[in-house]
């Protein structure tokens, strides 16, 4: 299974997620495209699921197993509020923040692909941080951080030789 139908197995879930509780779910490439995307959803539950590249999992380079960087963005935007702290873990309407940041997790946590020997079997989570802009304001988001190892498929070697 190669890291495009990880992220198309990946996407698909979390927005059957957003769509089975009344959020959005969007795909990136970029730190700065999520940050875009995550700008234009003025309110409600967004889940936005990034690839964040890919770095061999060995020093072997004959082994052709890679270790692929995932992140998932999870966000409330609710506007402001009496008491913005506090909307981590209470909520007059709906799920919280919080709620909704372990939801996700948990949900992305029990996928385990059975049939396929060239990838892990499940996503190993690497922890969740707070959204920060460039200036480091912070959003009312949390980027959950996972890791997935594929192997590449065997190349066919060329002749270049003159």
């Known amino acids: 299974m190669d890291n495009i139908a990880i992220l198309q197995a990946l996407y698909d879930d979390v927005q059957a997620y957003a769509d089975a509780h009344g959020g959005?779910?969007?795909?990136s490439g970029t730190f700065v495209e999520s940050l875009e995307i995550l700008s234009a959803r003025p309110s409600g539950f967004l889940a936005v699921v990034?690839?964040?590249g890919e770095d061999a999992a060995s020093d072997d380079e004959w082994a052709g197993v890679m270790r692929n960087d995932i992140g998932?963005?999870?966000a409330i935007n609710a506007g402001l509020q009496a008491?913005?702290?506090a909307a981590l873990w209470l909520s007059p309407s709906g799920?919280?923040?919080l709620e909704r940041t372990n939801a996700?997790?948990?949900r992305v946590r029990e996928i385990v692909f059975t049939d396929n020997e060239d990838t892990s079997r499940r996503f190993n989570y690497r922890g969740a941080?707070?959204?920060l802009l460039p200036d480091g304001t912070p959003l009312r988001a949390f980027r959950l951080e996972f890791q997935i190892h594929n192997a590449l498929p065997e190349p066919e070697y060329r002749n270049v030789n003159p």
């Open 50 to 52: 990034e690839w964040q």
């Open 129 to 131: 941080k707070q959204v």
């Open 83 to 85: 008491k913005p702290g």
């Open 72 to 74: 998932i963005y999870v």
């Open 95 to 97: 799920r919280t923040l």
């Open 104 to 106: 996700v997790r948990d």
């Open 24 to 27: 959005q779910a969007a795909a």
